[in-house]
């Protein structure tokens, strides 16, 4: 069973940066793809960012040129850099894991809040 931990949340100032990290830890089949969703208050979960194994991205149109996706496939973590933090961003950040199986994993969520 894989598990998932996220840190980096926290309260920052509208403009600022955080940089939020996902580790994968655990049994698990190799993976495919990581990243990240948010849920915002009273807000549906939705899509971020991704990136599968050969490094490829794909960005929510809200935070192209914004947050960039990484990740260390030696260390199991994917990483998101935010950068010009906007009060729309403010949200729970999940961190997701697709292996080769299809299967699906999420992290706990961690707090991200913007302020003006």
């Known amino acids: 069973q894989v598990q998932l931990v996220e840190s980096g949340g926290g309260l920052v100032q509208a403009g600022g940066s955080l940089r939020l990290s996902c580790a994968a830890s655990?049994?698990?089949?190799?993976?495919?793809?990581m990243g990240w969703f948010r849920q915002g208050p009273g807000k549906q979960r939705e899509f971020v960012a991704s990136i599968d194994s050969g490094s490829n991205s794909n960005y929510a149109d809200s935070v192209k040129a914004r947050f960039t996706i990484s990740r260390d496939n030696a260390k199991n973590t994917v990483y998101l850099q935010m950068n010009s933090l906007k009060p729309a961003d403010t949200a729970v950040y999940f961190c997701?894991?697709?292996?080769?199986?299809?299967?699906?994993?999420w992290g706990q969520g961690t707090q991200v809040t913007v302020s003006s």
């Open positions: 997701n894991l697709v292996d080769v199986r299809s299967y699906e994993s």
């Open positions: 655990g049994r698990f089949f190799r993976i495919n793809v």
